[in-house]
């Protein structure tokens, strides 16, 4: 039996006469009632479907939504979440937020750029350290485009059984068709190693092949996302394969202090030797200079003080040094 979230979906696909949603939540429903053992139930409303599917007038456009929790079919691969996050609520180095801003520019004027015969920018690559943002960017772009953000899910995805990859890798492609969102693939060295590696076997350089023909010919309506900390490890085919490429770099002083600031920005920081504190925090990523800022000022709040101390943050940025770095 359908559950109530589907019931919810169906109804509401085809009030809004969203035939290509309604199809895909019926589709999941003669799935589970697959699943249950219910082969004769799941086989005539397949059946259906694709009676349904063949009267439905050829001239009246599918429109492509966001499918969410009623993908049961794919959640072993894929994990959907629907981020607040916005581009706004990030401290990023100005390169970088121009060049995210381009792609936000494209995606919401796509119509502008299709009516000259172009395409907005909606495969892209972000590498850099861990830490610097990559993944919070993914869901900054879906809490603006109002997406849902869909993440890889590479325990999924990279199993033992090698030769399962390339066709999970079809389904995953096959669902960007029939629902909108920022797809992400974290980690995208997992995936992507350079096929002339001397450690490789053969069937992982052709889970690499099928990918980049899969990438090359997709034409979804959402964004594909992909992020790595080792870029050196990319096969160098794919980097023309994405339509932009955007670099993280380590923190300079002037972002590490913007970062301090907005972190801070409830609690009094007059007091604090910023040349001291900014220095102390070279070498860690955004994301050990934000938790940092978290610890000290969690640190004052239990000790019932008013404002961040020089010594509390630097105490913090210690502790989140590897043990080997520390002074």
Same mark, same amino acid.
């Given at each position: 039996m359908a559950t109530a979230t589907q019931l919810k979906a169906l109804i509401q696909s085809h009030a809004e006469r969203d035939d290509a949603r309604f199809f895909a939540v019926a589709m999941q429903v003669a799935a589970l009632e697959a699943r249950q053992g219910h082969g004769t139930v799941a086989e005539e409303l397949r059946s259906l479907i694709d009676a349904a599917k063949s009267r439905a007038p050829s001239t009246a456009p599918l429109r492509r939504t966001p499918l969410g929790p009623v993908a049961h079919d794919l959640a072993d691969l894929l994990s959907f979440t629907t981020p607040s996050t916005k581009l706004v609520d990030m401290t990023l180095a100005d390169e970088v937020r121009d060049r995210l801003e381009r792609v936000l520019r494209e995606q919401r004027q796509a119509y502008r750029l299709r009516e000259r015969g172009l395409g907005p920018r909606r495969k892209i690559l972000l590498m850099g350290p861990p830490g610097s943002g990559k993944t919070m960017t993914a869901a900054?772009?879906?809490?603006?485009?109002?997406?849902?953000?869909?993440?890889?899910?590479?325990?999924?995805?990279?199993?033992?059984?090698?030769?399962?990859?390339?066709?999970?890798?079809?389904?995953?492609?096959?669902?960007?068709?029939?629902?909108?969102?920022?797809?992400?693939? $974290?980690?995208? $060295?997992?995936?992507?190693?350079?096929?002339?590696?001397?450690?490789?076997?053969?069937?992982?350089?052709?889970?690499?092949?099928?990918?980049?023909?899969?990438?090359?010919? $997709?034409?979804?309506?959402?964004?594909?996302?992909?992020?790595?900390?080792?870029?050196?490890?990319?096969?160098?085919?794919?980097?023309?394969?994405?339509?932009?490429?955007?670099?993280?770099?380590?923190?300079?002083?002037?972002?590490?202090? %913007?970062?301090?600031?907005?972190?801070?920005?409830?609690?009094?920081?007059?007091?604090?030797?910023?040349?001291?504190?900014?220095?102390?925090?070279?070498?860690?990523?955004?994301?050990?200079?934000?938790?940092?800022?978290?610890? %000290?000022?969690?640190?004052?709040?239990?000790?019932?003080?008013?404002?961040?101390t020089t010594r509390a943050i630097l105490t913090a940025f210690e502790e989140r040094r590897p043990r080997a770095d520390r002074s």
């Open positions: 900054a772009l879906a809490g603006e485009l109002t997406l849902p953000l869909v993440t890889v899910v590479l325990e999924g995805l990279i199993t033992k059984f090698l030769g399962e990859i390339a066709a999970k890798l079809r389904i995953i492609f096959e669902a960007m068709n029939h629902t909108s969102g920022v797809y992400l693939f $974290d980690e995208f $060295d997992a995936i992507g190693r350079q096929r002339a590696a001397t450690n490789d076997v053969g069937e992982i350089r052709r889970v690499l092949s099928s990918f980049l023909l899969l990438l090359e010919k $997709d034409a979804s309506p959402g964004l594909i996302v992909a992020a790595t900390n080792n870029p050196s490890l990319l096969d160098p085919a794919l980097f023309r394969r994405f339509d932009d490429v955007i670099e993280y770099q380590p923190p300079t002083k002037e972002l590490i202090r %913007a970062l301090m600031e907005n972190r801070l920005a409830t609690f009094p920081t007059e007091a604090l030797d910023w040349a001291r504190v900014v220095g102390a925090a070279s070498g860690l990523s955004s994301a050990d200079v934000v938790r940092s800022c978290e610890d %000290a000022a969690k640190a004052m709040v239990l000790a019932n003080e008013a404002a961040i």
